[in-house]
């Protein structure tokens, strides 16, 4: 199975963020069903040419928060997650999205007042 | 980084004109480790010394598990798949097949499945002379050797030698296929930069027989950078401050390009200064062996 994750090379976050993120959110909008059976750790790194070390981490980090099961000799799993946990981790995406917009904003001195007409200009085409 | 396919303790070798350490070097096993460098630096003699056919003048070779030179290197060598960088010509009238059988009555290991599927998957064949075969067609064949016993560690002297780009990619898939099972190491010599991509875990800079960094390969690839930067007029900043600093270029006033091996540190602290990132680029794989070669030649003045 060919997942469908990018990297941004140039991005000054790390590989196994970047990778995490994405794994996160397709196994909580759903693309990837409780029980799918995921690439080895081998075979995703090799898809995506980064080394194993990167992708035992992503495994492992998200195994920690639930969102992956490994079975000892069978491969890692998506596990079932609770709608009120993807309710959750759902919104949790879009929040800290909005934290990494106030990061950018205080870094060019935008106002408040600034903040919200732009976000009310852009919701507009939401 | 768990248990070591490979170590080397304080070893030394002195030639007429090359001298290899004194080195530690630790292969962790169940990854695949690239050695890279230039020319003469110092590769192939520590092939030949972790298959004991040179021995260090000083200090000690585990290799998985077993000290070197202990009389132990045949039940040793049961477990090791070696795939020198020069095939070997004294066995030039042998045709492909009985190599083959030479091999099978040698390691207990041997399955013949396992040498026909290689055969078959690399697109090779041994019913030649190896003296007749392609240069490529020839490299599969040795690597197919190599790897029917099953061995639990490979060691690969620029193994893509010599492959066309469609062998190579099947090559790099095999490898992986091998790498599945986690007991399985492989250290590796090479110089092409998409090999050290597609299949290392960890990189080694061996330079005039030195190791200079042990490193994981995506924390490597992604901490070197050139930045295009502009600093604001006036200015007053030591742009050799910034975190990681190697070297820079004044392209024309206030227009710098400057190379940092920290490239997450060098970021906040250009944000920090207040400095203009025009642009920035990764470094391949072969600038950042440069800018290792740089520093090395000039720490040995």
Known sequence: ?126 | MGEHAIALNSVKLVRDHFTFGPLDLEIPKGYVTAIVGPNGSGKSTLFRMIMNTIKPQQGNIHVLGEQLGYDNDDELKQNIGHLPEEATTFDYFLKGYDKAAFHAKWFRGWNNDTYQRLLSNLATRDDLQLKKMSKGMRRKFDLSLAMAHHPKLLLLDEPSSGLDPIAWKTMIEVLHQYMENEDHTILMTTHIVDEVKRLADYIVFLIDGQVYGTYEKDELLQSWMTYFIETPAHSTIDIRSIPGYCEHKLVSNGFYEVISSKAFEAEQWLEQQQVNVRSKQLLELDEILLQHVKRARQFAK
């Open chain 1, 1 to 126: 199975m060919r997942l469908p994750i990018g990297i941004n090379e140039q991005s000054a976050e790390p590989l196994y963020y970047q990778i995490e993120v994405q794994l996160r959110a397709l196994i909580i909008s759903g693309t990837l069903q409780a029980g799918t059976l995921l690439p080895s750790i081998r075979e995703l790194a090799s898809q995506l040419k980064c080394s194993v070390i990167t992708i035992k981490r992503v495994y492992s980090d998200l195994e920690a928060e639930g969102l992956l099961r490994t079975k000892q000799g069978t491969g890692t799993y998506v596990s079932h997650v609770e709608e009120q946990s993807r309710e959750e981790h759902r919104l949790g995406v879009v929040i800290e999205a909005i934290d990494h917009l106030m990061e950018a904003a205080k870094r060019v001195q935008c106002s408040k007042q600034e903040l919200e007409q732009l976000l009310e200009e852009k919701l507009k085409q939401y």
